[in-house]
């Protein structure tokens, strides 16, 4: 009998992988034909024409972004975990990235926990440390987004008033995100609403795991923040370093454009439009990274640019920062496991 229950549900659980492997398929297949249906000989035609050197740049300007948070989250866990190389920092990132995306985004926590697990780092302490990199990376987006349309992109709201209720909403998640998060860890009268509201849960055993589960994540949440209290000039740092990496981000489209058109709007205003697509996208669904930004550049910047252009500094730009940096992550996981196999 329970051979006969494992095997349905091993069949269940195969059949679950099958659909979750199709279904990202076909929703790859449909970005694809969204970004390239109408545009994809000109397409063709201004990457083939690039410069070699220029799509190195491009590549390693996307590189950077994970390099750079390396460096942030290595501050974070060095200050408690001195044995921590930034060797180490680097790699968690890039297991991070890889569970993002192979995984629907439910991997990445998870396997970054493991990984920091294996390194000497209990799962409490580790799940602090990544709350708090999380809160600084979203403040950092909300600065210099904030920074950036407030000094260079209130004409541009003006002209295409369209996209201020995206950015907007962009602006309502974030905020929604990092004062959940900064008040259950810093505030003892939310932390403790927040358990009583957990403890309301029915004891079934259906509510009764996810009861548990609640109240440690929020236990950690707390944690998080009692630790920021105690290292405000290090939070500092990793904050700059953290807008550091966005900025540069928000610099690959500029190269993309000279590359391609050979002229283009200022730099500046090229930093502000992304920033804006990164705020939009914070307003649309995805799935595993994949959707939100492409619509979201798409609408920012077709009206600004001819279709050609914007389709293919979308294309060299997610391959910048999502398929080149997906490519790293997987060569750095298999690296991981077979560290991980051979010390078993």
């Given at each position: ?22 279904f ?107 709350n ?40 309502l ?21 927040a358990?009583?509201?957990?403890f ?13 589960k ?97 389709s ?33």
């Amino acid at each position: 009998m329970n051979e006969m229950i494992e095997k349905e549900t091993s069949k269940k659980e195969i059949w679950k992988k099958i659909g979750s492997i199709l279904f990202r398929c076909g929703f790859f297949a449909l970005i694809l034909w969204f970004v390239f249906h109408k545009h994809y000989k000109e397409i063709y035609e201004n990457i083939s024409g690039m410069n070699t050197g220029a799509l190195l740049f491009i590549l390693l300007l996307g590189a950077s972004y994970q390099i750079i948070g390396g460096i942030a989250f290595y501050y974070l866990a060095h200050k408690n975990h001195p044995d921590f190389t930034y060797g180490q920092s680097l790699e968690s990132v890039y297991v991070s990235y890889f569970g993002t995306i192979a995984a629907f985004s439910l991997g990445a926590i998870p396997l970054r926990m493991y990984y920091l697990h294996r390194h000497k780092i209990n799962a409490g302490n580790a799940i602090s440390m990544i709350n708090a990199d999380y809160i600084l990376h979203k403040s950092a987006v909300l600065i210099c987004n904030t920074i950036l349309i407030l000094f260079v992109g209130r004409s541009f709201v003006r002209e295409q008033p369209y996209i201020l209720k995206y950015i907007l909403y962009g602006y309502l998640i974030c905020l929604v995100i990092i004062c959940a998060l900064v008040l259950i860890g810093f505030s003892e009268k939310v932390y403790a609403l927040a358990k009583k509201g957990i403890f309301k849960i029915p004891d079934k055993k259906k509510w009764s795991k996810w009861k548990e589960k609640l109240l440690y994540y929020l236990g950690t949440m707390h944690e998080c923040g009692v630790e920021m209290k105690k290292n405000i000039g290090n939070n500092f740092r990793i904050l700059l370093i953290h807008c550091g990496k966005l900025l540069i981000m928000y610099s690959i489209p500029y190269v993309c454009f000279c590359s391609i058109s050979g002229n283009t709007i200022s730099f500046l205003e090229v930093l502000m439009l992304v920033g804006v697509t990164n705020l939009v996208s914070s307003a649309l669904p995805n799935v595993s990274g994949l959707g939100s930004t492409e619509v979201a550049f798409l609408l920012v910047f077709s009206k600004l640019f001819a279709g050609s252009d914007v389709s293919s500094t979308l294309v060299l730009y997610r391959l910048a920062t999502y398929f080149f940096p997906f490519l790293i992550s997987c060569v750095v996981f298999a690296r991981v496991e077979r560290k991980r196999k051979k010390t078993n």
